[in-house]
């Protein structure tokens, strides 16, 4: 059986620690898609659309990874899709709790095909969020071990706007 894997999130933007848990994936299951949440609830820094064209350029050498919008209900993207996985960071016990209140509220959403994976972040980056990338990138602080290349190129491009 062919293992199809979910990495959800709303990337905004995406970081080092993000990547590091989709390169991780990659080897572990046949195909990873990463869903980029269009999450109208929370203000972005970025549009939907730069969020995936900054995936999309820093997953480009992985051979087995795709992204994908993730609109609405992540557990009917889930079933409709028929992923085997979905697989989450853990960068610490402040993830925890709610990981594991999602993970147990998707037993119930998920059908039985679904198990939630949890990888443990790599401690290079289990410092690392997309706030706090955005925090130290916006006060000129250096942000190359935060996110990817393309990631801080743009970052950059908005600071000098
Ligand atoms: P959202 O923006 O939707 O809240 P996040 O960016 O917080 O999503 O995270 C998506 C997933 O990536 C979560 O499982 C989260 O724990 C994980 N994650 C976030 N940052 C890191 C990191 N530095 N290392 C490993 N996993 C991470």
């Known amino acids: ?5 979910l990495y959800a999130g709303s990337f905004d933007p995406l970081t080092l620690g993000h990547l590091n848990i989709i390169e991780r994936a990659s080897k572990i299951f046949d195909e990873v898609v990463i869903g ?3 999450n109208l609830q929370k203000k972005t820094m970025f549009s939907f659309e730069e969020r995936m064209d900054m995936i999309t350029e820093s997953v480009r050498h992985l051979d087995n990874v795709k992204v994908d ?3 609405g209900l992540l ?3 889930v079933n409709k899709n028929e992923f085997n996985v979905v697989v989450r960071g853990l960068r610490g016990m402040g993830d925890f709790d709610l990981e594991q209140q999602m993970a147990q509220l998707h037993q119930y959403l998920y059908n039985d095909k679904t198990e ?3 990888l443990i972040a790599d401690a290079k980056y289990a410092f690392i969020s997309s706030t706090m990338a955005k925090q130290v990138i916006s006060l000129g602080g250096p942000g190359e071990n ?6 801080l190129e743009k970052m950059k491009g ?4």
């Open 75 to 77: 557990a009917d993207f």
């Open 36 to 38: 980029v949440v269009v």
């Open 146 to 151: 935060l996110v990817p290349p393309c990631v």
């Open 158 to 161: 908005r600071l000098n706007k």
């Open 1 to 5: 059986m062919k293992t199809k894997a």
């Open 116 to 118: 939630t994976v949890f």
């Open 69 to 71: 919008m993730c609109d």
